[in-house]
Each structure stands twice: as C-alpha cells, then as structure tokens.
C-alpha cells in the first residue's frame, strides 16, 4: 500500500481492482483511498473521503459505485 494502515476496508470492484478506503495508522484515522491493480501489482491514490474513517463498512452498489458507511472518526 502507499499509505500503511490497518482497520480499513477492501472492496472488489467489478473491473477487478480492489479499492481501500480508511482505516488507521500510527497518525491517526485516515480519509485516503487507493486503488489496487492486481495485475500490476500496485496500488494509486484515488479520491479522499469526506471524514476519516476507522472500523466502517463498504459495499459496492449496482451502479458501480462504492457506499461507505459507519465507523468511527479521529475521535
């Protein structure tokens, strides 16, 4: 990952790439997202949450798109 983090949360995207949302590390709760490539190997910055999230859930939707919900935040 490029950024280290644990308690996050990986979703399998219908284009078979893994998307990582939150989680924390040793700076606290995270807002970053990346995008694994498993056929590369490697992992890219995607879009920011809105509010850093710990311990939250995410599911892929019909349309595609990825609801995060839940957790706990920096507090």
Do not use: C, W, Y
């Amino acid at each position: 990952m490029t950024v280290p983090r644990q308690d996050h949360t990986a979703t399998l995207l219908s284009n078979g790439k893994v998307l990582v949302t939150g989680g924390k590390n040793a700076t606290g709760a995270l807002s970053s997202a990346e995008i694994f490539d498993p056929s590369s190997g490697t992992f890219s910055f995607t879009g920011s949450m809105a509010t850093a999230r710990v311990n939250h859930a995410a599911s892929l939707l019909g349309s595609g798109k990825v609801l995060v919900a839940g957790g706990a935040d920096a507090n």
